[in-house]
């Protein structure tokens, strides 16, 4: 099982970051000019360059810390993703009723939280493993199930309690913050404090994982 620490990259770096989403897709062009496409991942993964949001010293020394702390490469974290950390809009606030996470059936008592993108034509349902404790709020029916159910912030895994398990067709949905689940993309960080002091950025390269 891949090592993992249950601790978020410090806030205010992160805030200031760049980074997104990163697919793999192999593409194979005719002579006839058409090409035969085919997606290598079924999940996104995303990439991130932390260098940017440090812009002091102190900040710099802090994240020193983190990295040799995590021994490098070698323990995950959490990272908050500033364009994308809630199920809901810029602009709103967490409802139970954000994200569909799955359809009752009188038996099924646990579900994984899921944030979808799109509709209609080609949906992506992202797995979410890292939901910020506190933040989860689930509704069955359009209900919401406040008391009936756990969420474990380890794993994003939804489990209601005996006597709530959601009836057959109920929809199960959802509403959390989440962080995305990140390590170090390198074992070397360099730093040139002369550089640095004349305003060059830092690579601080981080790579989201699968736990």
Request: with cysteine; glycine share 12%; hydrophobic share 40%.
């Amino acid at each position: 099982m891949t090592a993992f620490h249950e601790i978020l990259f410090p806030l205010d770096i992160a805030l200031r970051s760049a980074g997104g989403p990163e697919r793999r897709t192999d593409i194979v062009s005719f002579g006839s000019g058409r090409e035969q496409r085919n997606a290598r991942w079924a999940q996104s993964r995303r990439r991130f360059d932390a260098g940017y949001g440090v812009k002091t010293l102190e900040a710099l020394q802090a994240v020193v810390a983190f990295f040799e702390e995590r021994r490098g490469r070698l323990y995950g974290f959490r990272w908050r993703d500033r364009l994308d950390h809630a199920s809901h809009p810029p602009g709103q606030s967490v409802s139970p009723l954000d994200q569909g996470i799955g359809i009752g059936d009188g038996v099924t008592a646990t579900f994984q939280l899921q944030k979808t993108y799109g509709a209609g034509l080609a949906p992506y349902a992202r797995p979410i493993v890292k939901p910020v404790g506190g933040t989860v709020r689930v509704a069955v029916g359009g209900v919401e199930a406040a008391g009936s159910f756990g969420c474990d912030p380890a794993t994003g895994v939804v489990s209601f309690a005996a006597g709530h398990i959601p009836p057959p067709g109920a929809a199960v949905t959802a509403g959390f913050w989440f962080d995305v689940p990140v390590r170090f993309d390198t074992d070397y960080l360099e730093v040139d404090l002369s550089a640095f002091a004349a305003g060059a950025i830092p690579k601080i390269p981080l790579v989201e994982i699968r736990l």
